[in-house]
C-alpha cells in the first residue's frame, strides 16, 4: 500500500469515536467517507458540518457524511468505529462491497460476547479476503477530535501494511506506534475496560486514591498474565494499548468504564448506572474475560469480582469487596 497522503480512507460509524477518527485522518491527508445508518442524521451533518456530541466541532471539508455504505466502502482502507458487539453485523454488511484485500482497521475494544473472539477473528470469519489491524490506546475521542497530541498502536499482522497505514493515517498529533503484535493490542483494548471498571468501583466506594493505584498496579499484572496466556506480547502489554489505555481508562472520570464503575461502588444497581452513563463495553466484556481466564488457568481475581458484579450472578459489592481483601499475601 501506498504511504502517500489523499488516500480514500471510509470510516464505519459515526458515533463519536468514528467521528473523532475521521477528523484526524482528514488533518493527515485523507479524504474521508464517514458513514453512519441514520440518513436524516448524516444528511443534517452533510449540511451544517458541526458535530455537538464532541463540543460544536466543525467537520473539515475533506469529510464527506454518507449514509450509503456501498459510498463509504469504495476506498483504499476503512476504519471500522462500531462496538464490538455490533462489529458482525456490520462486516456482513460490508460482504460483497469491501475489495478483496482491503485493510479493516478496528477500533472496537473488546471481545465478542456470542463467539468469545476478538475483533480480528471476527473480521476472518466475515470478510476473509480482507486484511484485519486494530487500532487502540489512551485516546478519547474529543482530544483526538481537537487535535492534541495523542498516540495509539496499529497492529497488523502484516508488518510492512501496518507501517503504511500507520503513516497514511498518522500525523504529527496522531502519532502512531506499528506493530505485528495483533492479539497483544486486542487484549489490552479488551481486558483495560472491564479493569477500569473495578478502580471506578474502588473510587465510588469512597475508598482513597492509595487504594486505586494499588488496584490499578495488581489488575495490569492480570492483563499482562492473560494477554501472555492467550499470545501477547510483554512489550505490547507494557505499551500504550495495554498499560497506557488501562491508566486513561482506570483514573479518569472521563472514561465511561470509570463512570459506570464509580455508580457501582456507590451502590447503584447494573440497570441503574446503565441508564446513569450508558452501557460500558467493559459490562459486555467481564464475565467472557473471567471465563476465558478460568478456561486457561489465569489468575484474574480483579477481573473475576467485575464479572460477579455486572454477570448475571450479580454478588452484591461488599461481599466482592471482603472476598479481594481475604486472599492471602503472596510474592508479587
Not at 471476527?122 to 487535535?147: K, M, N, Q
Not at 441508564?275 to 459486555?284: D, F, P, Q, T, Y
Amino acid at each position: 500500500m501506498s504511504a502517500a497522503r489523499g488516500a480514500v480512507v471510509g470510516v464505519i460509524g459515526a458515533g463519536a469515536f468514528g467521528t473523532a477518527l475521521a477528523c484526524a485522518l482528514a488533518r493527515a491527508g485523507c479524504a474521508v467517507r464517514l458513514w453512519g445508518r441514520d440518513a436524516a442524521h448524516m444528511a443534517e451533518l452533510a449540511q451544517e458540518r458541526r458535530v455537538p456530541r464532541l463540543g460544536g466541532l466543525i467537520l473539515a471539508e475533506t469529510i464527506r457524511p454518507t449514509a450509503d455504505l456501498r459510498e463509504a466502502a469504495a476506498a483504499e482502507a476503512l476504519v471500522l468505529a462500531v462496538p464490538t458487539q455490533a462489529l458482525r453485523d456490520v462486516c456482513l454488511q460490508l460482504g460483497g462491497l469491501a475489495a478483496p484485500d482491503m485493510p479493516l482497521i478496528l477500533a472496537a475494544k473488546g471481545i465478542e460476547r456470542r463467539s468469545g473472539g476478538f475483533v480480528s477473528d471476527i473480521v476472518r470469519e466475515t470478510l476473509p479476503s480482507c486484511v484485519p489491524a486494530v487500532l487502540s490506546g489512551p485516546g478519547f475521542a474529543a482530544d483526538i477530535a481537537r487535535g492534541f497530541p495523542t498516540a495509539l498502536t496499529l497492529a497488523c499482522a502484516d508488518g510492512a501494511l501496518g507501517a503504511a497505514l500507520a503513516r497514511m493515517i498518522g500525523s504529527p498529533a496522531f502519532r502512531l506506534y506499528h506493530t505485528t503484535d495483533l492479539r497483544g493490542v486486542e487484549i489490552g483494548g479488551a481486558a483495560k475496560n472491564v479493569l477500569a471498571i473495578a478502580a471506578g468501583v474502588a473510587a465510588g466506594r469512597g475508598f482513597g486514591e492509595s487504594t486505586v493505584a494499588a488496584l490499578l498496579a495488581r489488575s495490569f499484572a492480570e492483563l499482562t498474565r492473560f494477554g501472555l496466556a492467550f499470545g501477547g506480547r510483554a512489550e505490547t502489554l507494557a505499551g500504550l494499548s495495554g498499560l497506557g489505555d488501562l491508566i486513561l481508562t482506570g483514573t479518569s472520570s472521563r472514561s465511561r468504564n470509570r463512570r459506570f464503575g464509580e455508580e457501582l461502588g456507590r451502590g447503584a444497581g447494573v440497570e441503574t448506572a446503565i441508564a446513569e452513563v450508558g452501557l460500558a463495553e467493559g459490562v459486555w466484556t467481564a464475565p467472557i474475560l473471567a471465563r476465558m481466564a478460568a478456561e486457561k488457568g489465569v489468575d484474574m481475581p480483579v477481573a473475576a469480582a467485575v464479572a460477579d458484579l455486572v454477570g448475571e450472578a450479580r454478588v452484591g459489592i461488599d461481599a466482592v469487596i471482603e472476598r479481594l481483601l481475604a486472599r492471602p499475601p503472596r510474592a508479587e
